[in-house]
């Protein structure tokens, strides 16, 4: 109860700073800044402080029609790369006359999207995606999916899932068999001090928030920069808790949590004093990063700078994407989402309202329709630690309930929320019930979209000087929308689930959500030249849970003939040889327990060396259907369904070994 009264109360004061941030009219850029001619980005150097430079020349916005050069240029070497480990696959596979002429002139594009699930899916992933690893021992036998990694060419992820690959972006893609025993993965440690033991699913925090009392106490402290008085603060604002424990006790836990709460502030006070707004996610990134990330490496890498790390230069790292969702649009039934992607050369969005990108390495840049407002652009600002944290806000939920609960409360209650703002050096709200943006926290300032674009729906984007991101989880817990873009040219997207639905395991609830957004708007689906984006039909969550498709491997979209609302117009471009595309093919695989109960609360942030060893573990069960000893035809079915779009545009014969197979694994 009181660890988590600590959790919520701080996370709410660090929340309120966003909201109130983001009201703040012009934060002066600061001028004394180095500006120098350079013209190149920062990829060269890994560690990059924000500066400033000269902007470059060419155009820092575009429109999203289709992907980057620079994403084209990398997914055809990828794809080079993969090729071999795609016929060591298929040789494995032996799908009858499926051999390696079968890929003389075609490379399928695979894709895994990593859901959201904090811990849970971020272990559950490595897991999966160790099983996927040839260079796991014993993965490359027969009967295993060891080289499926190395055959593919993007992966993307949400909050959790995030995680995941932005570790292993960090680390050079090192092995997972490395990585999750050489210490590399802190998740046992106490880097999140302030949330020490938290192991509360959402009911309890409910419960819990209901039990908080009505009334804090109210306090009046001198603001100061010195941590001791910060200290001092912090203690006294919880001193009618400390009542129920022993002070020893109190004491030790205390110093612990104030420690990593001022520690946290000054690594991010670092990124206020050049003159920058600072939300939670800073805060929450900087959290993230000490547990998943390298400590001897870099400690400011970005996404922008890991290009020149030797696993992406030499293009073997499948194409990275992370997702999150702006709150700058309102969410509406007519199914506009608010989807935005960080990928290693972009960030931007494709949904039709926005439909643009900016260069990631000039995020942060003062600019209006595109254009840099001074000639200056800046770079540095798209740290790993803070994208981590941007698409996985994970105290939403919780923090809205909480929010709810604080605006109906006191004045006083007011002043102290103030008073905390100050010594966390950030000004202060005027007036918090007037906070449209009260349920955010990554804040992009400036936004890079100001001024850009001219639909009455993207007005709300372009009329803002900030751009506000939440838990990419909020739209779309499994990431679909990146690979369901006919630019992207996806074959078969691989879908881990580990939502936590009921009793934190999936039932089908996310996957459908998304299918009934895409078949409830017209912009979803194929009805012009330009917007290609179904989906196949998905199952209610009770037919979901009834099938036990919640429970195994299944795919969505084999039969286009009837897996798909909108047949007519997906089928109509596949004759053509311009266009021919399909949706891909959904191969979803869902959490469940092989070898452990691997529905941990999304809210468990501490895992002992052996629980985390035992949650990959069943990961790696999760990824291969139990090491294929439920169904023996799993592992040659995958190797159908990554060829099965090829078989269908080219008009080919579905092999008799994978007719088979899809009668147990196809659901649509
Ligand atoms: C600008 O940055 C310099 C050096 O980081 C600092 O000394 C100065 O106070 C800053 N100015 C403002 C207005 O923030
Ligand atoms: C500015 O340049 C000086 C000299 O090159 C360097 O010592 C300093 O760290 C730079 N400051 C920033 C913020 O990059
Ligand atoms: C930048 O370029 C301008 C002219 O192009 C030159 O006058 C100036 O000295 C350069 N500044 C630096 C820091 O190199
Ligand atoms: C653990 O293994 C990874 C991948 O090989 C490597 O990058 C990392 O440096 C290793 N960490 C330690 C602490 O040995
Ligand atoms: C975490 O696990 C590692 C490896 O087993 C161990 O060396 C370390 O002491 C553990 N840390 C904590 C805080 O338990
Ligand atoms: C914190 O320190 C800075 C400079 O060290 C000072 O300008 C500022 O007023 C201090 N803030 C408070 C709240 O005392
Ligand atoms: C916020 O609104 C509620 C009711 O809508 C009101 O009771 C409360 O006093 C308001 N708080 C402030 C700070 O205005
Ligand atoms: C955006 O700004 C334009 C022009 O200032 C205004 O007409 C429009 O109503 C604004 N839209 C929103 C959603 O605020
Ligand atoms: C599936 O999960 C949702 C979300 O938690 C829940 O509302 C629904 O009752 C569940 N349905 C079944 C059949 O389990
Ligand atoms: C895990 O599932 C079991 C039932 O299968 C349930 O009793 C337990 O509460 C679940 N754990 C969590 C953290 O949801
Ligand atoms: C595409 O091919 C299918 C069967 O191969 C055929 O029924 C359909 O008419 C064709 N569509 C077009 C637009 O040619
Ligand atoms: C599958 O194989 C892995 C690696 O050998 C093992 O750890 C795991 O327990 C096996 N899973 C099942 C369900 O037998």
Known sequence: MYFNSLLIFASFCLRAISACTGFQPEAKLNKSWNVTNETQTTSSSLSALRYQIKCPSYPLLRSGDQISPEEKAYVMRRKQEAKKHVIDL???FNIDEINSNFFDGYTPSIAISLSGGSFRSFLTAAGVLEAFDSRTPGATEYGCLGGLLQSTTYMAGVSGGSWLILSLMQYDFGPISELKVNGSWKLNSSSLRGIPELNINFKDSQRLLGDLPTDFPTVTVKTSNSSSSFMAYFKSLFRLNQLKKSNNEMDSIWNEALQFYETLHEEVSQRKQHGYKTSLTDYWGKAIGDIIFSSNGPHDMTMSGARSLSSFANHMLPFPIILTNSKNVYKSNEGHRRIFEFNPYEFGSWEQYLNAFVKLD??????????????????????MTFIAGTSSSLFNSILS?????????KKQTYDSLKTILNVFGLTSCEDINASRYVADYALIYPNPFHGYGDTPLSSTVRNSTDLYLVDGGEDENIPFQPFHQKTRDVDVIIAIDSSSDVDSFPNGTNIGLTSSQYQNSKSFFVYDQKRYAVFPNIPSPETFVENKLNKRPVFFGCHIQSAYRYLGEASKYSNKTSERWLPPLIVYIPNTGYTTNSNKSTFKLSYEQSEMAMMIENGYSVGTYGNNSYDHSYFQCIGCAIIKRELDTSGRDIPETCRKCFKNFCYN
């Open 401 to 409: 309930h909480f929010w709810k609960y604080m605006a109906r409360s």
């Open 90 to 92: 298929f040789t494995r």
């Open 362 to 383: 000039y995020l942060g840049t003062k600019m209006l329709n595109g254009k840099s407002l001074t000639g200056l652009c800046t770079i540095g600002y798209d740290e």
